[in-house]
């Protein structure tokens, strides 16, 4: 075999470290695209673990019932108006897998004063768009309500830097917006807090809002027609045995060399090429690797031959979050759970951070005459009782319930899991970072996955999808070098 033909065989092999959903994405793509352009491609997927899918994880458990306990320990739903997931379900043709979410009773709960009270209709994350529902609710002040409404005389800020969603919602909308929207709401689904939560990476819409239109209220009025998905596709969608179908299903069909128990201990370049050295002696040699780790773990493995990237990459800080799953007999639950669930802001001094009511937002995920309630705990204001053991986590979570809901008989089955430093904390100056690490990278090294562009599923699939736009590129850029060689 000739120099060129040698070259061209090292830089056509892709491996991709780390198997949850936006290694196996990125995975996907490459073949999809290496197709498409005619690039002759090997990819090795390598994951530590002896399962796929990350943080996407469903497991079934005894109910004591014919029907399983269905129990997400990770995402339990993929957002609709991000529309990647649910493409990415149909190219697996997934269409009559898919679930949507149950939106006969679609409503939010605030904890308020210890009692939950449904969010005001209308209201759209952060702005009313109806004005008496909302004039109506208990949840706010006068004071509070005169201070959201004085929203559009607010001027715009002056300049277009990231700022905390704290300081972004106190100076658009005011201290109660933030203590029983903003934090329980925006900062809960990053598990952050809202004084170190970047907006830019976050909620870049609500930026945009202020600057397009001067005003977060006249800016929801002038959008709120515009819809990204049709009416007929609930906003919210996972698959009938759970999100686990979806990783299944990449699996079994990814045309590439994928292996489990597989874990990197060394990454080093050697001349246009990389040499990772595993765990169980195994080398391999490859022109491209994408890291789909999270950034602390890509750290480690980069640290001795990209030292520049390493150092960026630690400065993402991760935090751990816990879910406890409580499974009740229908008729020892005295609230109707009619709604997704309550999320509680840390001025109520609750142990727990919030509760999705998983048998009322989704159909088949109990028994009929049991319902499953997801606990979550760990958050910023609840970090303190991550560390103790199951059996007191259990007895501290039923507690809460009956003090919230006013359960008073034990629970059916319960069930913790943890996620030890799984959460990335997109902090001030998120976006910035992230840009700094990339350009950091030498050429045929790439980074992908929730510690850098979105947390959400659709969003780690749509970076999955841009990595492997990026490594055809390059592939296709570096063929075409050797063949004018």
Request: net charge neutral; hydrophobic share 40%; glycine share 8%.
């Amino acid at each position: 075999m000739n120099t060129a033909s040698v070259k061209a065989a090292e830089v056509s092999r892709l491996v991709i470290v780390g198997g949850g959903i936006a290694g196996l994405s990125a995975a996907w793509y490459a073949r999809k695209e290496s197709r498409e352009q005619g690039v002759d491609l090997h990819i090795t997927v390598l994951e530590a673990s002896d399962r796929w899918g990350g943080k996407i994880y469903t497991e079934q458990v005894d109910s004591g019932n014919d029907t399983p306990l269905i129990l997400e320990l990770g995402a339990d739903a993929f957002l609709t108006r991000k529309p990647w997931a649910l493409e990415l379900a149909r190219e697996l043709g997934l269409d009559n897998r898919i679930q949507g979410v149950n939106t006969a009773n679609s409503r939010t709960f605030v904890l308020y004063h210890g009692t939950p009270v449904p969010l005001p209709d209308g209201l759209q994350l952060l702005v009313p768009t109806k004005l008496l529902p909302f004039l109506r609710s208990p949840l706010f002040s006068w004071r509070g309500k005169l201070r959201i409404m004085l929203e559009r005389f607010i001027p715009r800020r002056a300049g277009q830097g990231d700022e905390t969603l704290a300081a972004f919602v106190r100076r658009r909308l005011g201290a109660e917006a933030l203590d029983k929207l903003a934090e329980p709401l925006l900062a809960g689904v990053y598990n952050a807090e809202p004084e170190r939560q970047s907006m830019q990476a976050t909620f870049p819409q609500f930026p945009m809002l202020e600057q397009q239109y001067g005003s977060l209220m006249r800016g929801i009025r002038a959008t709120r027609d515009k819809r990204s998905t049709p009416p007929t596709i609930p906003p919210f969608i996972s698959f009938k045995t759970g999100a686990h179908e979806l990783i299944e299903a990449l699996v079994s069909q990814l045309d590439a060399d994928l292996r489990l128990n597989s874990a990197v201990e060394r990454i080093q370049k050697e001349g246009d090429h990389y040499t990772l050295a595993l765990t169980n002696s195994e080398t391999l040699r490859s022109g491209i690797v994408v890291f789909a780790t999270p950034a602390n773990i890509t750290a480690e493995l980069l640290s001795e031959s990209v030292p520049q990237a390493a150092a960026r990459l630690r400065e993402i800080r991760y935090a751990s979050i816990g879910t406890i799953y409580l499974s009740y007999r229908r008729e020892d639950v005295p609230h109707p759970l009619d709604g997704f669930g309550v999320v509680i802001p840390s001025s109520e001094g609750r142990h727990i951070d919030g509760i999705t009511w998983t048998s009322s937002k989704w159909a088949g995920r109990a028994p009929s005459d049991q319902v499953l309630l997801r606990v979550f705990f760990g958050g910023p204001h609840t970090r303190a009782i991550f560390g103790m053991n199951d059996a007191d986590l259990c007895a501290l979570a039923h507690e809460e319930l009956g003090s919230l809901l006013g359960i008073k008989m034990q629970p059916v089955c319960a069930h913790v899991f943890r996620w030890f430093e799984g959460y990335p904390q997109y902090d001030l100056g998120h976006l910035d970072r992230v840009a700094a690490i990339e350009s950091s990278l030498p050429p045929g090294l790439f980074v992908t996955g929730s510690s850098y562009r979105g947390v959400g599923v659709p969003d780690c699939i749509r970076q999955g999808q841009e990595v492997a736009q990026q490594v055809i590129t390059e592939l296709t850029q570096r063929k075409t070098g050797v063949v004018q060689t």
